[in-house]
């Protein structure tokens, strides 16, 4: 009976000090609360309408396509391809504008 208390006890030791960073934990639980999707949401609304008139301007708006290369804090990055001009190339969006990289 002591000796299972013990085991017990003992992998519950191991289980915590094996966890690299409480941290980790908690960016993870983070990330299903419906505030962090709010925030998502938001990020991406504000970048794709930063980006649709970055490339108005740049006159690369008809049959361009771009997808998310990552995403940190209030920062994309879109890898864009336009059609028009026959060109890839990778635009960095934040709340303030786009610009080209």
Not at 42 to 59: D, E, I, M, Q, R
Not at 82 to 94: A, D, L, M, P, W
Request: aromatic share 8%.
């Amino acid at each position: 009976m002591k000796f299972k208390k013990l085991s017990i006890i003992l992998f519950l030791i191991f289980l915590l000090a094996g966890c690299s960073s409480f941290d980790d934990v908690k960016d993870w639980m983070k990330e299903g609360t419906k505030e962090h999707r709010d925030h998502e949401k938001k990020s991406t609304k504000v970048g794709k309408t930063k980006l649709k008139t970055f490339l108005a301007k740049n006159h690369c708006r008809d049959g361009t396509s771009a997808k998310i290369i990552s995403s940190v804090d209030d920062r994309m990055l879109y890898e864009v391809t336009c059609v028009r001009k026959s060109q890839t190339f990778i635009v960095e969006c934040n709340e303030f504008g786009c610009k080209k990289n």
